[in-house]
């Protein structure tokens, strides 16, 4: 039993550091153009230096309900691990995670509506580029999106012993 939690434990870090990176790093969309790579992200776009995202008016509010959502996600994932470690000390025996596993479908749900609407909306494209790929961090985000559901199922059936 104590190798399984230390293992969620583990996991739950893990996402957590990953959604911070694939939120934080601009490499969502790679691309190349006659000056090079070029990467864009969340919040800027970078080929040899990095200046503010160029977004047209109808697609700045998409961005931003992006940003909300994963800075959402990074928020109740952070508060999911705080309760798990609470939990696992208040808890009585054979009761379960009810609470860390709600908080962290939360966070999935945030992860999933950010990631597709980043999906819908901006992997067709990248600016000064001819032809786009998807980039290290929209990978993460999706990998965390896994992670997170896994890890509130296994909160949700998971018993202190």
């Not at 290290?136 to 949700?156: G, V």
């Amino acid at each position: 039993m104590l190798v399984l939690l230390a293992g969620i434990f583990v996991v739950h870090i893990a996402t957590v550091i990953m959604l911070f990176v694939s939120t934080i790093a601009n490499v969502w969309m790679v691309g190349t153009s006659y000056l090079g790579t070029v990467s864009t992200g969340l919040w800027r776009l970078c080929n040899n230096t990095c200046e503010q995202l160029p977004v047209s008016t109808s697609d700045e509010a998409s961005l931003k309900a992006v940003q909300a959502f994963m800075i959402l996600s990074i928020i109740f994932s952070v508060i999911a691990l705080v309760m798990f470690i609470v939990q696992l000390f208040t808890l009585e025996k054979g009761k379960r995670f009810y609470i860390t596993g709600a908080i962290m479908l939360v966070c999935w749900l945030c992860i999933l509506i950010g990631v597709s609407i980043y999906t819908a909306r901006f992997t067709s494209r990248v600016p000064l580029s001819t032809s786009s790929h998807h980039g290290y961090c929209f990978i993460l985000a999706w990998i965390c999106f896994c992670f997170s559901f896994i890890i509130s199922i296994l909160y949700l059936v998971l018993r202190k012993k």
